[in-house]
């Protein structure tokens, strides 16, 4: 049902399949409104003239039930069948409890055959009612159909465990579940494909019966290769109808950190006379480290066995210190410059937040959970450090005199700062200028000074500052002064307190923000809507970066959205991403070439030895990281590739080449195209190998939607 009738507004007579339509607007169903030029929030009807072909039930076996599948839907929705309701999902602003976003929830409504009125050969209406908070609006990302439902339809193939790798092998359980009332049984396959040479290399075959409301399990063991595609059928016997599972077998590239001591993460940090500094050391090699700092400023310290550094400095200025770090096989020592000075985040901020994965349903625990991860799995130790709350910790009423409450999810958000800050990480924060946040929690708006003070004694290190309702203050008035007040207003508030906070623009790009964002002291600002973990959108985002490349600078970072790798959901249920290796790579590798702010996404306390292996390449990681702080610029397009150029601090130069195809190809591209020398001598950086001078150039065959990553220096 890719198209429906749509109409604007909301009456109770639209539900009715009597109503006449005809003079509605025909809208497509399978992608958001605002994407087709619709520019409203708030209600609006679609109603779909269905005609179910009797054979739909006769070729059932099961006959039990309808699915019908709205794909998602932005905000929340009420659906009739011939009139009757049927199901909501999400509350509508009139609601009890007030409105409440599901647009994370992908719609599937189970219907008993018994309890619908359908017009078997004949039309049916499917009427919708839709409430859009904000943003995207009404039915989309998916194509809405009506199916009768048979067994095949309760069994799912779940690949949702993470691979292992053992050898040259990579292993995972996979779960065939069976929801149906009986015993089913049927054939499950499994097929390797090499794409590179379109050649299938594997192939298994299982017999399995899978008893009612269980699982079976299959053990995939198999080599793990670059560009292996594994496709996962079961086919049910009495029916012969089946369902399928594709993902592609996951490889390492990065090189296990050496035992010996090395020191990673940014060589500068900034921060403003008398606030207060954290900052962790961050250093690979075999535990125990031992830290020491010469040249330590007044007012600082460093705990020699933590690696942490804290206090304050008083006077303005550059203040190099020399690190060193030591262990039983060696000591090795780097230059850090404190830049105290008015400028924070001199490098892109790196840290995790809850968003990509639990959506509104974070809490404190699971906050905590993904911070001890990632210092129990050592992404503290190449520099991540940033623990962000997004939305849904507020309570639904500030206290009496006008202070912002906890809800009964976070019980004691100074002890989560103090928390995080004993271990070296930093503490972000989410909110928005206006009435109520995206989620629709409590924004600050009219309250922001206290909020700011608030936040202060919370020990928060950053906020993210989302747009969200304050449409309902800015209304039509589009002066660029309506759009950079509220976040002046809030500019004023962190400032005046006594720590530093870390500006976090939220905006989605509006009225061009990168070119006013340092008026109003943004670390960094939001250049597009929200990502989701699909190629269309890693795409859609990433690669039209390019042209906001002058805007970027120290303490001033286009934004393109968090990280998209691991296990994210948006929601209590996350799913591994549905990007394949090829692309998570490429979505590190842009990243870091764009200089933009590095957030993981997914519950790093389930983060699998591949997604772990992505994020701790710390010659990867030097290329975000880079003091001189430029974002890459876009040198070549051609027929579906890219190359990106980043000029770093010690003159070489970090250079993207990527294929945009959904195919591998080899790509090649002479010195002189992109401006390099024929000497420079060239090293791979995600595997950490030199590779020999440029020469004729640069010829690398590529996985679709993939990347090589190099470093180029010029003798
Ligand atoms: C907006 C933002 C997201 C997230 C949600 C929270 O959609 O763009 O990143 O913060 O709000 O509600």
């Given at each position: ?55 739909l039930k006769t070729r059932s076996a099961l006959k039990d039930s309808l699915l019908l599948n ?16 049927i199901g ?17 929830n992908k719609r599937g409504y189970h219907l008993a055959l018994k309890d619908l009125?359908i ?26 159909y009506v199916t009768i439902l048979d067994y095949i339809d309760n069994m799912a193939i779940n690949t949702n465990n ?10 995972k359980e996979l779960k065939v579940t069976n929801n149906n009332d009986t015993l089913v049984k049927g054939l499950f396959t499994v ?13 298994k075959q299982y017999n399995i019966s899978i008893a009612p409301k269980a699982n079976a399990t299959i053990l995939i ?10 496709t996962y059928i079961f086919a049910e016997q009495k029916t012969g109808k089946s369902i399928m599972a ?326 209590g249920n996350l799913r ?140």
């Open positions: 049902m890719p198209q429906a009738k749509f109409c604007i507004g909301n009456q109770a007579a639209w539900s009715d399949p009597r109503f006449n339509d005809s003079s509605w607007q025909d809208l497509k169903t399978n992608t958001f409104w605002e994407k087709q030029g619709v520019d409203h929030n708030g209600y609006a009807w679609y109603r779909f003239h269905v005609r179910l072909p009797s054979s709205l794909a998602y839907v932005d905000d929340c929705d009420e659906v009739y069948f011939n009139g009757k309701k909501q999902t999400g509350r509508f602003p009139e609601d009890k409890g007030g409105y409440s976003t599901a647009y994370a009125t017009n078997w050969d004949r039309e049916n209406v499917i009427a919708v009612k839709v409430y859009d908070g904000n943003g995207d609006g009404g039915i989309g990302n998916g194509t809405p993470s691979f292992t790798f053992a050898a040259a092998n990579v292993r097929n390797a494909k090499d794409e590179q040479t379109g050649k299938n290399v594997y192939s063991d198999i080599a793990g290769k670059p560009g292996t595609t594994l594709i993902e592609q077998s996951p490889y390492i590239l990065t090189p296990r950190p050496q035992e010996t001591p090395r020191i990673n993460g940014a060589q500068i940090t900034g921060v403003r006379p008398n606030s207060p500094l954290i900052y962790k050391i961050a250093a690979t090699g075999k535990k125990p480290l031992t830290y020491s700092a010469t040249q330590l400023p007044d007012g600082l310290k460093l705990d020699s066995a933590t690696g942490i550094i804290t206090g304050s400095i008083a006077k303005a200025g550059d203040y190099p210190v020399n690190i060193s770090v030591k262990n039983t096989l060696g000591t090795t020592s780097r230059t850090m410059t404190i830049k105290v000075g008015d400028m924070l985040a001199l490098t892109p901020a790196m840290g995790w937040n809850s968003w990509n994965c639990w959506g509104t349903s974070v809490t404190a625990e699971k906050v905590k959970s993904s911070a001890q991860a990632l210092i129990d799995k050592g992404l503290i130790d190449h520099g991540w450090t940033y623990i962000n709350v997004d939305d849904a910790w507020e309570a639904s009423a500030r206290s009496a005199d006008g202070t912002i409450v906890t809800n009964e999810k976070f019980p004691d958000m100074k002890a989560l700062g103090d928390w995080l800050h004993s271990h070296g990480l930093k503490f972000g924060i989410y909110s928005s200028p206006g009435r109520l946040t995206c989620g629709g929690y409590l924004g600050s708006l009219g309250h922001e000074l206290q909020d700011a003070e608030t936040y202060n004694k919370w020990g928060v290190d950053y906020l993210k500052h989302d747009w969200c309702s304050y449409s309902e203050v800015a209304g039509s008035d589009t002066s660029l002064e309506t759009f950079m007040k509220p976040y002046r207003v809030m500019q004023k508030a962190l400032r005046a307190q006594p720590r530093d906070i870390y500006y976090s623009l939220c905006q989605y790009g509006m009225k061009d923000v990168w070119k006013w964002g340092p008026q109003v002291d943004a670390n960094s600002w939001r250049t597009t809507g929200d990502i989701t973990d699909t190629w269309e959108s890693l795409h859609d985002i990433g690669f039209r970066q390019y042209k906001l490349s002058e805007y970027a600078r120290p303490g001033r970072w286009n934004d393109p959205d968090m990280l998209i790798v691991g296990k994210v959901g948006w929601s591994n991403t549905r990007l394949t290796p090829d692309e998570q790579y490429t979505h590190i590798s842009l990243w870091s070439l764009l200089a933009s702010p590095l957030l993981i996404g997914c519950d790093i306390s389930q983060i699998d030895d591949f997604t772990l292996n992505l994020l701790t390449n710390d010659e990867v990681i030097a290329v975000n990281q880079d003091t001189l702080g430029k974002q890459a610029r876009r040198v070549l397009a051609k027929n579906e590739y890219e190359v990106y150029v980043k000029e770093l601090a010690d003159g070489s130069k970090a250079v993207g080449l990527f294929n945009l195809a959904d195919k591998y190809r080899t790509i090649s591209v002479k010195p002189s195209e992109i401006s390099l020398s024929p000497s420079a001598q060239v090293r791979d950086i995600w595997r950490q190998k030199d590779l020999g001078k440029i020469a004729e150039g640069l010829t690398y065959k590529l996985p679709p939607h993939g990347v090589m990553l190099i470093k180029v220096k010029s003798n």
